[in-house]
């Protein structure tokens, strides 16, 4: 492809120019806009806000974006459009980064948008552009992508960057859907249009991508085996703590938001925070306003991931142990507190093995003919 660093000047030497004709989203046509707002419905419906404008040039998304509600980030290779970016967003964070290198670690933002962002990609470029920024999108996450459409690349040069060149590759969306899907993505929506004509198009049909990254199975369910092949308990899914004091609670939640830096999935203020680490574990923590967690008594609760929550209940039972309440089902899932005999409370973890889904006593409820 076009050297990184003659594109990086042409889009310096553009940069005023370019937040001039383009200050918004006044050019994009209605499909364009309606992308962006499916990318920011899909983000918000996760609950996390946090997303990257990557190669955002002068900022001209990140008024809309921040009207949906979403927090924005920027980043950008060129300096000359980011310090334009800066100057229209000072309550924003810009960076200089490159797309295939970037500043930020794993599982970090609830979504990524690429708006037109790619198109100066060589196919080795845009693997490993999209390979980066699956990285740092946060598991259940969305990227979105704007291109031209078409076949082949050609050189661009116009009167506003200068003379300096920039290549400009072409893509079908069906092209780029394979590369997201090569990159971990799975492709949840993608459209083409037809180029208008006196627009902002050019000669270029229009074309867009939607993908999302896989979600980390909840409290880390992965590869499990068979319970009547291998029964085991195969380690820690979830820490839960219950703090009754509002300002420990919210130095806790601070403690894992800010300072450790884990990805927050759920906020109730005053009530509740979840946190996910890397690996799929989840760390829970309840405050003041919350009644459904009391017996925890101000100490910590594991939990333990197990191949059949009902059938290790039913041993442990046996043995003694208190069970708190019927085991609860929802997703696919299954978890059950018990009362150890050192007095803490702890959780078993696993599959929906019997309910799948509904609520349900396998001591008391019969199975359907499937199960039996």
Partial sequence: MADWVSTRRAYDALAVAYHDRFPDLRAEQPLDRAMIGAF??????????????????????V??????????????????????????????????????R????????????????????????L????????RILRPDGYLLTGFQSGVG??????????????????RTADEMAAAFDAAGLAVVAQAA?????????????????????APVPPFGLTDLPDPAVEPAVHGLGFLGVRIEDAGRFEAAVSLYRDTLGLTLIREEPGRLAWFRLGDGTEVHVYGPED??????????????VVDDVDATRLRMESAGIEFLWETQRESGRAWAHYR?????????????????????????????????
């Fill in 127 to 134: 693997a490993q552009a999209l390979a980066e920024l699956a």
């Fill in 153 to 170: 690349s050609r050189l661009q040069s116009d009167a506003y960057s200068q003379g300096h060149e920039r290549e400009l590759h072409l």
């Fill in 63 to 100: 008024g809309p974006l921040r009207d949906s509600g979403l927090d924005v980030t920027g980043v950008d290779l060129s300096p000359g459009m980011i310090a334009v970016a800066r100057s229209v967003h000072p309550a924003v964070e810009f960076a200089v980064a490159d797309l295939r």
């Fill in 102 to 125: 970037m500043p930020f670690a794993a599982d970090y933002f609830a979504g990524v948008v690429a708006w037109y962002s790619l198109i100066n990609c060589s196919p080795a470029d």
């Fill in 193 to 213: 249009r037809t180029m208008e004509p006196d627009t902002a198009d050019g000669d270029f049909d229009q074309a867009f991508v939607i993908g999302r990254k």
């Fill in 340 to 372: 150890g005999s050192d007095g803490v409370v702890y959780e078993l973890i696993g599959p929906d093995r019997v309910g799948r889904g509904a609520v349900s006593d396998p001591r008391t409820d019969p199975p359907t003919s499937a199960e039996s």
């Fill in 291 to 304: 009644t459904d967690h009391v017996v925890f008594d101000d100490r910590p609760c594991v939990g333990l």
């Fill in 40 to 61: 920011a419905e899909y983000v918000l419906a996760g609950g996390d806000r946090h997303i990257l404008d990557a190669g955002c040039g002068t900022g001209r998304l």
